[in-house]
Each structure stands twice: as structure tokens, then as C-alpha cells.
């Protein structure tokens, strides 16, 4: 297999960016592509928002140059060292090594500080920093985990740095989810992440679309970002009820790297969404249009060309200079909230043991569910159905303040949705008492169903969750025959065969 | 000359590919479950009499154009070495009408037992029927969804009802059930036409929508088994493959009471719960 690694410091953004090109795995990916590509045109090449279009054509370059110099393409990808993901098998820094005088040295002392995958032989040892950055990389031949020791092959002449920094098998984590993401999610989700893959517009909901970085089911609280154990668990699960599907059979370690490459589709869309945002305001082709016209109107000598010439100047000047800070804070705020997702202070985690499900607490759950502080009635009906009066009038959009041009609800994305249907007793972020508890303590992030944590106490999430679970079974003993549970249909007569 | 040969050849070897049935955890391609044993062997029986059927028609038929070709073709030779003309001959019509009625006849009664205990319910293992369903698994574009009873106080199995109960327990992709015991499970369709396959243990049956469909098996071995879907169902047809995880009974026991303990779980009542 052929591989070329080339690492590159760029020092004017104080990040290093490892590059990795690996063709033996770009030919598999291609395999993989064009066997997919069967089925619609899938090129192994991400693609922008829609929502690019809106800016200058100079303004859309910076962006789509951002995005390639810190993401890459899914074939070639750059590896930010700014983004909180898994990429490499194992990283960490060297500790102190003792000269050895005219002796190679094959034996390194390591404090490694992530290991994704077991170290094995013959994996490779990239340099990140320090004075063998740009040297070829060598080879791992041992690894002694308890004194925290690697071998490798070719050996040193000369130590490296205590505390420079190294990649055990760089990158193997996300190539690997690459692939299977390629295989297994692309087809619905999309090449980018987008949630529009070749089959996506049969589906109904839309499979997720990563890239505003938010998830629906997850265990945190309403603002933070989803864990990683949220993401394994949604890939193991699957999403009952919708046709994201179950992906029981994967190995762990399949599992993780896909969530590790999901993660870093959402990061990559961010960044992306929120550079549109920040260069919208003055560089779309309507506010150029019109700084273009005022210019013209104060001084009627100026051309339309010399005058958007002007703009495009501004914008040359505040990418070269504002702008970089901006970025740099935008960017380390946005890896800041994926770190501190994965703390455990983040956890929706109920203070109080579930109250027992008796007649009495899911009378005061059914209570509260119709009453004017949790308003759960409005949007989910009286009787659970998802027909509240929220569905029918014209709701607003968080985002613009503008009404939505039909009725009923949208999420973020966009898309119409509808609230649960609390009769069948189908739950997309899971059954569990818990989960229920964090659906309405932390609300579902994305869309219109708000948090309840700071409303209600948690007596009173508990009474809610007891009524809420029962609905199903009420539901049915009210009309004979009618399912409920898995079942959508009624249950009916078992089959006898003679 | 080449040809048969090659292809007994081939014949021979193949099994030592792996060109036969999946090996499955026997590791030899033999059923692992005790009907399914009985199928192979019927299937072992049909294909035997097909075997020699086939080989003793090919040999006549060899005999006859070898024979045909040694035969002069002079016309002053062709007395009394003129060929049989056995069109409508009574009687081997008779014959080549009885033998196969015979034969079909026979593989018809053979198998009567084996499909009796297969798919009629009269005919199931006392057991099964005594216990009733373990599990209800429903197939879905594209997954295996499966529901159990959940456990009593003292961890005994509930039964379970047609209708989903509050106390039931759920898993997506994952069927798990006693091994070295019949047990029945109910196959249900939440859309469209599935079929239920367990390859090693010979089991395979059609889920339909609106149906609920008895199904017994018994894996003769704790491990894990392939589950999938024999029905091109749509486009996500391949998605369905999942596993059937059969282990001794007390341990399903023990792990149908971790689910209960799992699925009630309130992120506080760690201790309580657990038995
Ligand atoms: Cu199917």
C-alpha cells in the first residue's frame, strides 16, 4: 500500500494541521463510492450549504477556502488539531529520554494522553511538533504499556523533545469511520452530512442533517451538544418509529469511529454555517448591491465596477485582519462546547428517584400535562394524539422572527414536524424512564418541544413520565382493539395453521 | 469427457471450499437445531435420489449416442442393425409414469412428519406449547423489532400477551432465547412482507402483515446465530441482518431481569432496582 504523509505547521493560525493523503485508502473509498454511485451521482467530494449562493462570489471562495484548508475533503482530509475529535489510533508526548551516545534510539518513553485503538506493530508514528516535524515517519515494532514505552524502527540518532508531541497510526480513527460511514449512512445522510443522501427524499423525517451541529435525542442539557455515548448509542439503537436504522452488528470499535466522523461532519458544517451567517450581513449580493448604490448616490462620478471594487477591498481588508481573530474565537468557543458536552456536569441526571407510577401520580401528571405552566396539552392534545392547537395556528421562526409560510410546527432544520403521538408509546430517544425525564426536563433540542427543567420541579417531571407512559395503555382500554406499543396496527388474531 | 469429470471433481470439492451451506458454528455447515438436522436429511435424501436419477439418465443417455455413433453408416450394413423405434410403447410409458409417481409419493409421506412439526401447531413440542411465546418479533422496514415479556418479583418470565403490556421489555436487532430448549416466538409484519430466516437453524418463515405467526426452533448450542430477512422487502432489504443470541436458560433469565433493570432505569435508583 502506498502512503504519503506530509504534516504541515501552519504557524500564522497557531494550529497544526496534519495532512493526510493515503492513497491505499482513497482506493478503497473510491470502491466503496462508486459502488454507492450506482444509485445517483455521489461524488466523494462534500458540498456546500445552499445558502452560499447568497454571497459575493469572493466571499464564497474564502469560504469554500476555509473550509479545504481545515477540513479537506473526504478523501483527503485535514486533520484539525483544534476540533475535539479521536482521529489518530493513539497520541500523546514524549517524556524525558536520555541521550545515547553514538547508539541509535529505538526505545522512547511516552505519556500518551488518547488511545482510540490498541497500539500493534507496524502502525505509524507521525511527528507533530518538535525537531523531527517534516522527518519521515517511522514504524512502531513494540509497545510496553506499563512502562509506557514504544519501539520503533528506524531507531534515533537524537532524542526528541520532552513534551513534543506525536500520532500512533495518525488518522486510522477517522479514516476507518469514513469508510463505514460510507458505507453504512452516506446513502441517507449524505456525503456532507447534510441529511440528503440519494435515498433521503424517500424518507419521512428527513434523516438528520449534521451540520448545524445539533442533535435531537441526547442526554445533556438544552444548549449543550450531544455526548459521544448519545451518538453510539442512536447508531446501536437506531430511532424507533422513523427509518434510521439499528446498527446492532457493528463492533465497538466500528461504532466509535463512525460517531468520531459523524462529529467531525457536524463540526465541519458548523464552522461552515456559521461563516455564511457572519459574512451574510455584508457580503450577500443584495447588501453589496446596495452599498454599491448608496456609494453612487453620494458621489455620481464613481462606476458601479470601481464602487464594488471598494467592497470587495473592505472584505480583502477585514479577512486579513478582523476577521482571523473572530475566527479563531468562533472556532475555539465551538470545539470548547464538544469538550464540555463530554463532562459529566453536562448530564441531565434527576435529583430525585422516580416517583412511584401510582393512580395518584399520573392523575397529577395528567394534571400538569393539561395545564397552563407545562402546556404539553397545546402542542401534544388532549388525549395525546399530537393534535394540539399549536399544530394548527401559524408559528413563528426562532431564527428570522418571521411567521413560516404554513401552519403547525418546524424544527430547525426546517422541516415540518409534528408532536408525538403519545398513544403508541413509540419513543425516538428511547423508553427508559430517564430518557423520558430528560425529553421534557432538557426539552428536544432542534425543534419546538421547549425545556421544562427550570418550569417544573422534579416531583412533578416524574408525575408527567408516569401519565406519559401510560397513555399507550389508557389509550387502548378506552377503545377496544385499537394497538398500541410496537404494534401499529391492532393486535390481531393469532394465526392457527392447520 | 472433460466436462463430467470436472464436474464431479467439483462436486467432490466443493464443501471443502466452503461452497456448501454456511458453516455456522459448527464450523461444518450442519443444522444446529434437532428438526432442522431431520430437514437436512431430507433435503440429503432428495438430493441423492436426484443424484442417481440424474446420473442414470445421463449414462443411458451416453450409452445410447455411443452405441448410435459406433454403427455404420453404410447402407449395405444397416441390416439388422436398425434402431428401436419405441414410440408409444405401452408399457414404458407405464413404467416411466409409475417409478417417479412412486418416488414423489414417497418423498411426499416422508416428509409429512417433519413439515407437521415444523408448521402445525397440533404438532408442536408439548414444551412450547405449554410455555407459550418467549418473545414477539416484528419485522419493519428495515430492522427486527422484538418485544419480550417482562419478570415477575421473584425474576420469573411473565406471560406474554398479544397486546404490549406496560411491564414488557424491548430490543431492536437482538433475539434472544433459551438454547437446548424448543421456544416458540410470534412473527408479526408492521408494513410490508418479511421472512423470518434463521440459515442455521434451518428456519424460515414469511412475516405478513396482520397475521401473527407461531414459529418454533431449538438451537442446540449457546452462541450467537444469524437473523435476517429472506424477503426482498425495499430497498434496505440488506440492512436487516441481526443476530439470535441463544444461551442456557438461567442466563436468559438473568439477562431478561438486566433488561428489566436497563429499561426502568431513572438515572438515580441505581441500587433499588437491582435484584
Ligand atoms: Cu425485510
Not at chain 1, 403 to 411: A, N
Request: glycine fraction near 8%; include cysteine.
Amino acid at each position: 500500500m502506498v502512503q504519503c504523509t506530509s504534516i504541515k505547521v501552519s504557524e500564522g493560525w497557531q494550529q497544526t494541521e496534519v495532512l493526510l493523503v493515503r492513497l491505499g485508502q482513497c482506493i478503497i473509498g473510491l470502491a466503496v463510492l462508486l459502488t454507492i454511485a450506482g444509485c445517483g451521482a455521489q461524488k466523494a467530494e462534500f458540498n456546500n450549504r445552499e445558502d452560499i449562493n447568497v454571497l459575493i462570489p469572493e466571499a464564497q471562495d474564502h469560504v469554500r477556502e476555509v473550509l479545504a484548508t481545515h477540513f479537506g475533503q473526504p478523501t483527503r482530509m485535514v486533520l484539525w488539531e483544534r476540533m475535539p475529535v479521536h482521529y489518530h489510533g493513539a497520541s500523546g508526548v514524549f517524556a524525558e529520554n536520555a541521550a545515547t551516545a553514538g547508539k541509535t534510539l529505538s526505545k522512547l518513553n511516552v505519556t500518551l494522553t488518547e488511545e482510540n485503538l490498541p497500539i500493534e506493530e507496524g502502525q505509524e508514528l507521525a511527528w507533530i511538533s518538535g525537531k523531527y516535524l517534516g522527518q519521515p515517519n517511522p514504524h512502531v515494532v513494540s509497545f510496553d504499556a506499563t512502562a509506557s514505552q514504544v519501539g520503533i524502527e528506524p531507531g534515533l540518532a537524537e532524542p526528541p523533545g520532552a513534551g513534543d508531541r506525536f500520532a500512533i497510526a495518525p488518522g486510522e480513527v477517522l479514516i476507518h469511520g469514513r469508510i463505514l460511514y460510507a458505507e453504512h449512512c452516506q446513502h441517507c445522510h449524505g456525503v456532507s452530512g447534510d441529511g440528503n443522501g440519494p435515498t433521503a427524499k424517500y424518507l419521512n423525517p428527513r434523516p438528520r442533517d449534521y451540520r448545524l451541529g445539533k442533535f435531537k435525542f441526547k442526554s445533556t442539557s438544552s444548549s449543550a451538544k450531544a455526548t459521544r455515548d448519545d451518538l453510539s448509542r442512536i447508531i446501536e439503537e437506531g430511532i424507533p418509529g422513523t427509518y434510521m436504522p439499528s446498527f446492532k452488528l457493528l463492533k465497538e470499535e466500528e461504532n466509535r469511529a463512525i460517531v468520531e466522523y459523524v462529529r467531525w461532519l457536524a463540526m465541519r458544517g458548523e464552522v461552515e454555517f456559521k461563516l455564511i451567517q457572519a459574512l451574510k450581513n455584508d457580503y450577500s449580493n443584495e447588501a453589496v448591491a446596495s452599498q454599491v448604490a448608496s456609494a453612487r448616490e453620494s458621489d455620481s462620478t464613481l462606476s458601479a465596477s470601481a464602487a464594488r471594487e471598494k467592497v470587495v477591498a473592505d472584505l480583502n481588508e477585514y479577512l486579513t485582519g478582523d476577521w482571523q481573530e473572530e475566527f479563531n474565537d468562533d472556532t475555539k468557543f465551538q470545539a470548547e462546547q464538544w469538550v464540555q458536552a463530554e463532562e459529566p456536569s453536562a448530564l441531565v441526571i434527576p435529583k430525585l428517584a422516580r416517583v412511584p407510577d401510582t393512580p395518584e401520580s399520573r392523575a397529577h401528571g395528567r394534571e400538569l400535562y393539561l395545564s397552563a405552566k407545562a402546556k404539553c396539552a397545546t402542542c401534544h392534545g388532549d388525549s395525546g394524539l399530537g393534535d394540539g392547537s399549536q399544530t394548527l395556528s401559524v408559528q413563528k421562526n426562532p431564527a428570522t422572527n418571521a411567521d413560516y409560510d404554513t401552519p403547525g410546527l418546524f424544527d430547525d432544520w426546517g422541516n415540518p414536524v409534528k408532536p408525538r403521538n403519545l398513544t403508541r408509546g413509540i419513543y425516538r430517544g428511547g423508553r427508559r424512564p430517564l430518557d423520558l425525564y430528560r425529553r421534557i426536563h432538557a426539552g428536544i433540542s432542534g425543534t419546538p418541544m421547549p425545556a421544562f427543567g427550570t418550569v417544573l420541579k422534579d416531583e412533578e417531571i416524574w408525575d408527567i413520565v408516569n401519565y406519559v407512559m401510560n397513555i399507550p395503555f389508557e389509550a387502548r382500554d378506552r377503545q377496544p382493539g385499537s394497538g398500541a406499543g410496537t404494534s401499529g396496527a391492532g393486535a390481531p388474531e393469532v394465526a392457527t395453521t392447520r | 469427457m472433460v466436462w463430467p469429470i470436472a464436474a464431479v471433481v467439483l462436486c467432490w470439492l466443493a464443501p471443502g471450499w466452503n461452497w456448501w451451506f454456511p458453516a455456522g458454528p459448527s464450523g461444518t455447515g450442519a443444522a444446529m437445531s434437532p428438526l432442522g438436522e431431520r430437514i437436512d436429511d431430507l433435503f440429503y435424501m432428495i438430493l441423492i435420489i436426484t443424484t442417481v436419477t440424474f446420473v442414470g439418465t445421463q449414462i443411458g443417455l451416453g450409452y445410447v449416442l455411443f452405441t448410435g455413433a459406433r454403427r455404420s453408416d453404410q447402407p449395405e450394413d444397416a441390416e439388422g442393425e436398425k434402431a428401436w423405434f419405441s414410440h408409444g410403447s405401452h408399457n414404458l410409458e407405464v413404467v416411466w409414469s409409475i417409478v417417479p409417481a412412486a418416488v414423489l409419493l414417497f418423498i411426499a409421506l416422508y416428509q409429512m412428519e417433519v413439515w407437521a412439526e415444523y408448521r402445525v401447531q397440533d404438532a408442536f413440542p408439548k414444551q412450547v406449547i405449554r410455555t407459550g411465546p418467549l418473545a414477539e418479533v416484528t419485522a419493519r422496514q428495515f430492522e427486527w423489532r422484538i418485544r419480550y415479556p417482562g419478570v415477575d418479583a421473584e425474576g420469573n418470565p411473565l406471560e406474554l400477551k398479544p397486546d404490549p403490556q406496560p411491564t414488557d421489555l424491548y430490543t431492536v436487532n437482538d433475539l434472544r432465547l433459551p438454547s437446548s430448549q424448543p421456544v416458540m416466538i410470534w412473527l408479526r409484519s408492521e408494513d410490508v412482507q418479511h421472512s423470518f430466516f434463521l440459515p442455521e437453524l434451518r428456519v424460515k418463515q414469511d412475516a405478513v402483515p396482520g397475521l401473527v405467526i407461531p414459529v418454533w426452533f431449538e438451537a442446540i448450542k449457546s452462541t450467537e446465530y444469524s437473523m435476517l430477512c429472506a424477503e426482498l422487502c425495499g430497498w434496505g432489504h440488506y440492512k436487516m441482518k441481526s443476530r439470535l443470541v441463544a444461551t442456557p436458560e438461567d442466563e436468559w433469565r438473568v439477562w431478561l431481569q438486566e433488561l428489566q433493570v436497563e429499561q426502568n432505569y431513572d438515572g438515580v435508583s441505581d441500587e433499588s432496582n437491582d435484584e
